[in-house]
C-alpha cells in the first residue's frame, strides 16, 4: 500500500526556498532541509528526487511569482521614465525592507553557478534575457530607438542585479535613489 504524504508541498518549497535564500545553494544541506520542511530523506527523495531538483522548482516558483508583477507594472504605466522609476525604486524597497539582508534570490543564484549546473546557468541566462527584451519592448512603446532601448535595458538589469548584491552590506537610499535617477536620466 502507497504511503500517503503528511506535509503541503507548496509550503516545503516555501520553506526551502528561504533557506536556499538566507544560505545559498551550496551551503544549504539535505540535513537542513529536511529539518526546515519536516520531513524524512525518503519523503523527500520521493518527492523532490534531489537538492538540486528542489532548487530547481524554487527558482521557478520564485520566477513565475515575480514577472508578472514586472510586466503589469509596465503595462500600466504609459509614461516610460514613470514606469521604469516605478520599478526601480520598488525594488530598492523591497531590498532596503528585507531584514534579514537576503538580496534577490535568482541575483544570489548567479554566484551559484558551476561547472555542474548548466541547467541553472540557461535557466538564469534566459530568465534576464527575458526580463531585458520585456524591457526594451517597454521602451519602444515610448518612442526609444532600439539600440538605445538595448543598452538602457542591459544597463537596468546589470543594475538590478548588482543593487541586489550591494544592499546585502549597503543600505544608503540616497545613493541607490541618485543611481536610479541618473539611470532614469539616460532617457532623454
Known amino acids: 500500500m502507497p504511503r500517503v504524504k503528511l506535509f503541503d508541498k507548496e509550503e516545503a518549497i516555501k520553506k ?28 523527500f527523495y520521493a518527492t523532490f528526487n534531489s537538492k538540486r531538483e528542489l532548487f530547481n522548482i524554487c527558482f521557478d516558483v520564485y520566477r513565475n511569482s515575480n514577472v508578472p508583477f514586472i510586466e ?27 531584514q534579514k539582508h537576503r538580496g534577490c534570490f535568482l541575483a544570489n543564484s548567479c554566484s551559484e553557478i558551476d561547472g555542474e549546473n548548466e541547467n541553472l546557468q540557461v535557466k538564469l541566462m534566459k530568465h534576464y534575457k527575458y ?5 526594451v519592448n517597454y521602451m519602444k512603446r515610448g ?27 549597503n543600505s544608503d537610499r540616497k545613493k541607490y535613489s541618485s543611481s536610479i535617477n541618473y539611470l532614469i536620466g539616460l532617457l532623454d
Do not use: C, H
Request: overall charge negative.
Open 131 to 135: 526580463i531585458e527584451q520585456l524591457l
Open 16 to 43: 526551502a526556498m528561504e533557506l536556499f535564500w538566507e544560505k545559498g545553494y551550496e551551503a544549504t544541506s539535505l540535513n537542513d532541509l529536511t529539518e526546515s520542511i519536516g520531513i524524512g530523506k525518503g519523503s
Open 72 to 98: 503589469q507594472l509596465l503595462g500600466s504605466e504609459s509614461n516610460i521614465k514613470v514606469g521604469l522609476q516605478k520599478l526601480l525604486e520598488f525594488n530598492l524597497e523591497q531590498l532596503l525592507n528585507d
Open 143 to 169: 518612442q526609444i530607438q532600439p539600440r538605445k532601448a538595448e543598452s538602457i535595458a542591459a544597463m537596468i538589469v546589470t543594475f538590478l542585479i548588482g543593487m541586489s548584491q550591494q544592499s546585502k552590506i
